[in-house]
């Protein structure tokens, strides 16, 4: 299980759109929240190491029918002899603290929904590290995620299933295949 260590404020400034120093009042926010939000949610990863096979259909995983598709995935593993799919949430804590928040305090709704992002982000750094060690980074390709460039969001179901995430960390997508909880990654990382 991860522990979230202190999230950080520079970066969840940058998902509300602040490029520079926050104001006053924001930075505030920032320090208010970032305890509570490190103490509500409650993270945790999934992952499973597959042989992949290329073909002009696509890229396949092993133990999944359903081939990766479009020329960034190809472009991505290409070179790579297995990928690790991973998929992690920080719980759908999350999405009850920025719900409630919401209600009374859109400003503290917005920090909150930031700090969430910004942990997910600490959450899968600190699985690469648990499931990589002391790998080289050079060896293995950074994450991506159905939905970036031309990989299909559609494949978020397929892999959700392939690591059986609803049943062993509670992540689910939706018809439109948003995942819920909603601070939550689904990644493909390429391992040469």
């Not at 926010?29 to 409650?42: G, N, T």
């Not at 991973?86 to 804590?93: D, G, K, P, Q, R």
């Not at 460039?149 to 392939?162: H, M, R, S, T, V």
């Amino acid at each position: 299980m991860i522990q979230l260590g202190e999230i950080s404020k520079a970066e969840a400034a940058r998902y509300i759109g602040i490029r520079t120093v926050p104001d006053e009042k924001t930075a505030e926010l920032l320090d208010r929240y970032e305890e509570i939000v490190r103490s509500r949610l409650m993270p945790a990863y999934v992952w499973r190491e597959s042989q992949l096979a290329f073909s002009t259909e696509g890229v396949y995983l092993s133990g999944l029918s359903v081939p990766l598709t479009g020329n960034s995935i190809q472009k991505l593993l290409n070179g790579c002899v297995r990928a690790v799919v991973l998929a992690a949430t920080v719980s759908a804590e999350a999405d009850r603290l920025i719900r409630q928040l919401s209600v009374s305090d859109m400003a503290a709704a917005v920090v909150v929904d930031a700090l969430c992002s910004a942990a997910i982000e600490q959450v899968c750094d600190k699985a690469e590290i648990e499931i990589f060690g002391d790998m080289p980074k050079e060896q293995r390709t950074y994450r991506f995620s159905p939905g970036y460039g031309d990989l299909p969001i559609e494949l978020q179901a397929n892999l959700l299933n392939y690591l059986n995430a609803q049943r062993r960390i509670g992540l689910s997508c939706t018809d439109s295949y948003l995942l819920t909880p909603t601070k939550s990654v689904t990644a493909i990382i390429g391992v040469k």
